[in-house]
């Protein structure tokens, strides 16, 4: 099936074309997309990875699939805004992450920020090293805002060595209502630690393990 790619702004800068028609095997989903465009263009890996898609005008999950001579937008983050979804070794700014999601049309902005404890099951933690899928991780939390019913979100998580007492991720969402952004916000951090290929090495005062099947 043919499909037609339009891009804008670092989008289009990267990946050399405004408008291009590409043939796709039946079945295909945004993700083949992005796949065939990143080994086509290893240049724009980073923009492909922070940005929105849009199918026929309508903004869609990476899991969408795609429809015969569907137009497909890659929206690049807006006015020189970040990633919603953050995958670094950075120190996490609570403040960064609330100004990320503001919005006129937002009564309550919600925030969680997840520390390492200094203890676990009775023994001192010193600290968790944090080892994640990078690209992977950031298309599935992308995946999960798009389904979150919110005005904003932006997710920021650590990895490498995190110290305890150290923040290793944060979650910010905005909404009409708080009652919604609480349950939004929870709902993400869920979702983040079942499908984010995220995993922890707990430093323990007595030896290291590994935690839980990954995510966050």
């Given at each position: ?29 945004v ?5 065939v ?12 990875e ?47 992450a ?11 902005i ?6 390492v404890?200094n ?12 080892e ?13 805002i ?55 090495h707990?430093?323990r ?6 935690l ?5």
């Open positions: 099936m043919k499909v037609t790619i339009e891009t804008f702004a670092l989008a289009r800068e990267k990946l050399g074309f405004s408008r291009n028609e590409i043939e796709m095997p039946m079945g295909s989903i993700s083949d997309v992005a796949e465009l990143s080994a086509e263009h290893p240049g724009a890996v980073e923009v492909l922070r940005s929105r898609w849009a199918m026929n005008g309508e903004y869609v999950g990476r899991d969408a699939f795609l429809d015969d001579g569907a137009v497909l937008s890659i929206i690049p983050p807006v006015s020189g805004g970040v990633a919603r979804v953050v995958i670094s070794a950075d120190p996490i700014d609570v403040n960064f609330c100004s990320q999601v503001q919005s006129l049309g937002a009564g309550a919600v925030t969680f920020a997840g520390t404890r203890t676990n099951d009775g023994v001192a933690v010193v600290a968790i090293t944090y994640a899928k990078i690209e992977m991780a950031i298309r599935e939390i992308e995946r999960l798009d389904q979150a019913d919110v005005i904003g979100a932006f997710v920021q998580h650590r990895i490498g060595r995190v110290e305890a007492g150290e923040i290793s991720v944060v979650i910010a969402v905005s909404c009409a209502h708080r009652e919604q952004a609480y349950k939004a916000n929870a709902w993400l951090l869920d979702e983040l630690k079942k499908v984010a290929p995220i995993w922890k707990e430093e005062i007595n030896g290291t393990i590994w839980g099947q990954g995510g966050g």
